[in-house]
């Protein structure tokens, strides 16, 4: 029989006064509350309550197993009581992770959740590096390409291309590509969690997709550091539109064959399970998603 149910009519019995009284409270008949009883006593191997034709009344060993059962019920109840109360209304640790070229962009995002929410803290950790997040304890993670682990829950809130750029400096030294083909010959500096390695994808004006096949003297996992060496000139950058949306602008970088583009990617929200999200979750991921939609410009400095 199921242990806890077995407590609770126990209890019942002790505070009833007997177990016609107990089967009454509980809406159960005599003979089961006399099984959980029954079943409780083998279990222990001693005797919880004195029976007789009138009433029942506890043991010795009896008191002692009321008072900490009554606790533990209690306790339960208590517990449940919080659990109910997480998932209704925002509180407790929201544990974020975010890749490291987007986390300012989720910074306004963190602002207002920590206004709206001022029961919940946040701890943020910053990588490129796609954790675990089970293992890892990670409530929510945004990142700007899709998990390995298919068994994670993945929520689209924008999508994104590459920008294929340089700097009018490099472009000085260096004659500019008119063809794919021609990007084999010039200097790629190279981010290393690019999905599809050294081969660059791209969709060509007729919007069928092509490729090739890159090289050059950087390979970092730091758009940061590729973002500054393309403007200081030393080679082709498959940049994150989102991070040299200003540059563009500026003239700082110079777009390169601009009737091919960029694979689509999407920046996603991705966590454990679908099912009985807590409200912090819920409500980070909304306040995330309202976000992102209202800046797409963001992600795209043509929108």
């Known amino acids: 029989m199921d242990r806890l149910t077995s407590l609770t009519v126990f ?20 003979t089961m509350v006399s099984n959980h009883i029954q079943s409780l006593e083998d279990r222990l191997g001693a005797r919880l309550l004195n029976r007789t034709t009138r009433k029942v009344s506890l043991t010795e060993t009896g008191k002692t197993y009321y008072e900490r059962s009554k606790q533990i019920l209690a306790d339960l109840d208590e517990a449940d009581r919080i659990a ?34 001022p029961a919940v803290s946040i701890e943020l950790m910053v990588g490129d590096r796609m954790i675990d997040l089970v293992e890892e304890g990670i409530d929510l993670a945004i990142r700007t390409i899709p998990p390995p682990d298919s068994s994670l829950i993945v929520k689209r809130l924008t999508p994104w291309r590459h920008i294929l750029c340089c700097s009018p400096g490099y472009l000085e030294r260096n004659s500019a590509p008119s063809a794919l083909a021609d990007l084999a010959d010039h200097n790629c500096v190279r981010y290393a969690f690019y999905p599809f390695g050294d081969e660059w994808h791209f969709e060509d004006a007729a919007g069928k997709p092509a490729s090739v096949r890159v090289s050059g003297s ?31 602008k500026s003239g700082a970088l110079v777009r390169l064959l601009a009737d091919h583009h960029p694979t689509e990617f ?17 409500t980070f991921l909304d306040l995330a998603s309202a976000h992102f939609a209202e800046h797409r410009k963001w992600m795209d400095p043509d929108a």
């Open 11 to 30: 209890g019942r019995v002790v505070e009833c006064g007997g177990f016609s009284a107990a089967a009454r409270r509980l809406n159960m008949s005599v």
């Open 266 to 282: 999407a920046i996603n929200a991705i966590y454990p399970h679908r099912h009985q999200l807590s409200a912090k979750v819920r």
């Open 84 to 117: 109910g109360a997480l998932q209704s209304t925002p509180r407790g640790t929201l544990r974020l992770h975010t890749s490291t070229h987007i986390h300012n962009f989720l910074a306004p995002v963190i602002s207002e959740f920590l206004t709206n929410n």
């Open 218 to 248: 950087v390979v970092t996992n730091s758009a940061d550091v590729l973002r500054a060496l393309a403007l200081g000139g030393h080679g082709v950058f498959l940049a994150p539109s989102f991070i040299i949306v200003d540059d563009i």
